[in-house]
């Protein structure tokens, strides 16, 4: 599985990061995190684009790409601090959506035997089936619980008369036995789908869905509170699912299906870094950026900032910061 490099675009990689070769053994095992493309956008029901995202998200950035990005809160330097590579795009064909699918499932399989964290950037959401599978193959088919940030529950069932696509990833990974349905946690939900049948489906798996109206009344400190209590239950891991359009389009224009009243981009952040510092997280996948529909890249620079935080909650719990910081910056780490 030699790196492919690029699928759209020059081959950069993220942030400046050094390039890995996903048959390189030694390099897999020396590294923390390893970010992997996933270049694919034939699972989408409305607007296309998401198949130029995993370049956007590499390259958004007004500073450097010199491999080191400090932190001003945590007094961490996510690229320095930990071990990050980039092995560059999974080859994913427009129009072979179950041989993409498959190419992406033994790549982030490596990463994951490997001992390393797979960081995928999508694409559209029909890739969280192989990104959760791939991470689940490793650490155990339903050892890991996932924490799932998005406008809407992707727990359809047959939609354009195919079992795979964007709004279907989830209900395919509790049906495999690749993750359990009761710890399934899902953040923002919003909007008029799914619909009643699916929404039974999701109840007879128990699936835990906060949607927008209970983080709202709550908080979302508190709906993540309760989250973390579940996610740990019986699971070794957790896998980190981000659709960009969990946000509110204000803060992420550039998706496919905006719905309106989401979190904020500050909400997002917060939300991504206490997780990957508190959480064992084996996985994470940050998707639905779609640059043709971005206005002044907002939602390229949000969705490569979701990966600096996760990077960098990483980092903190790696040297045992369990805090952000709360004293003057000039004190230094």
């Given at each position: ?197 699916t929404l039974g489906w999701m109840a ?44 509110d389009p204000g803060h992420a224009p ?78 230094g780490r």
């Open positions: 599985m030699t790196r492919y490099g690029p699928q759209f675009g020059p081959d950069i990689t993220f942030l400046g990061v050094d390039p890995v070769d996903l048959d390189d053994a030694t390099s897999l095992a020396a590294a923390d995190v390893v970010v992997v493309g996933a270049p694919f956008d034939g699972g989408t029901s409305h607007r296309p684009g998401t198949r130029f995202g995993p370049q956007a998200i590499r390259q958004t950035d007004y500073l450097p790409h010199d491999g080191s990005r400090p932190h001003l809160a945590l007094r961490v330097d996510a690229l320095q601090d930990i071990r990050v590579v980039d092995a560059g795009d999974v080859e994913m064909p427009p129009g072979e959506i179950e041989r993409s699918l498959g190419a992406l499932e033994q790549a982030v399989y490596a990463v994951a035997s490997a001992g390393a964290i797979p960081l995928i950037l999508g694409g559209d959401h029909s890739i969280a089936l192989p990104d959760a599978t791939g991470v689940a193959r490793h650490h155990g088919f339903g050892k890991v619980s996932m924490i799932h940030f998005d406008a809407h529950a992707d727990t359809g069932d047959i939609e354009f008369g195919s079992l795979y696509g964007h709004g279907q990833p989830m209900r395919r990974l509790i049906e495999s036995g690749a993750l359990r349905g009761d710890r399934f946690l899902q953040m923002g939900l919003r909007g008029y789908w799914p619909g009643p049948e007879e798996q128990n699936m835990r869905s906060y949607e927008m109206t209970e983080i709202g009344k709550r908080g979302l400190e508190a709906c993540l509170d309760e989250a973390f209590e579940i996610a740990l239950d019986e699971c070794d891991a957790v896998f980190l699912s981000v659709d960009i359009d969990v946000c550039g998706t496919g299906t905006p719905e309106p009243g989401g979190l904020s981009s500050r909400q997002l952040l917060d939300a991504v870094r206490r997780i990957c510092r508190e959480l064992p997280v084996a996985g994470i996948d940050v998707v639905e950026v779609s640059p043709p529909y971005d206005h002044a890249e907002i939602t390229a620079f949000l969705a490569n900032r979701v990966c600096l935080e996760a990077l960098s909650g990483l980092a903190a719990r790696k040297h045992g910061i369990s805090h952000d910081p709360a004293g003057p910056l000039l004190e």
